[in-house]
């Protein structure tokens, strides 16, 4: 039991590492705007208290942060070119992650449902 505790423990941390990295690779100059866009919307959702599936839903609650934030950080580093990627991983192994939950992340998230909300609506209405 412990054994998987630990497991669960390191996942945890490696999300929140990978969240670093994006958050480094999203600052860097060289970083393509396309992965600056997807990188800075899957930080603003890992750092937002607004979930998808909101936590309080039993097994369903955390399937955003087992499943959908993972996938997010796997497309957004396939974008960040290569030698970007391995610059931020050596920054972040050097520092600690300093992000925290962030109400402006939250209000990015939320804009960002409305919107895709409005969106299939006025497609369903038209």
């Not at 369903?60 to 942060?65: F, T």
């Not at 931020?88 to 992000?99: F, G, H």
């Not at 962030?102 to 038209?126: C, D, G, R, Y």
């Amino acid at each position: 039991m412990a054994s998987k505790l630990n497991k669960w423990k390191e996942l945890v941390q490696n999300i929140k590492r990978n969240i670093y990295i994006l958050y480094l690779a999203n600052r860097h100059a060289e970083t393509p705007w396309y992965a600056k866009a997807f990188s800075i919307l899957i930080v603003a959702y890992a750092l937002s208290p607004i979930d998808f599936i909101p936590d309080v839903i039993p097994i369903l609650g955390y399937v955003d942060e087992a499943i959908l934030l993972p996938l997010g950080i796997i497309g957004a580093f396939a974008m960040i070119p290569k030698s970007i990627l391995e610059e931020c991983k050596a920054i972040a192994s050097q520092n600690s992650s300093k992000l925290q939950k962030n109400w402006a992340a939250a209000i990015v998230i939320l804009l960002v449902w409305i919107s895709l909300a409005t969106s299939i609506l006025f497609t369903l209405i038209t």
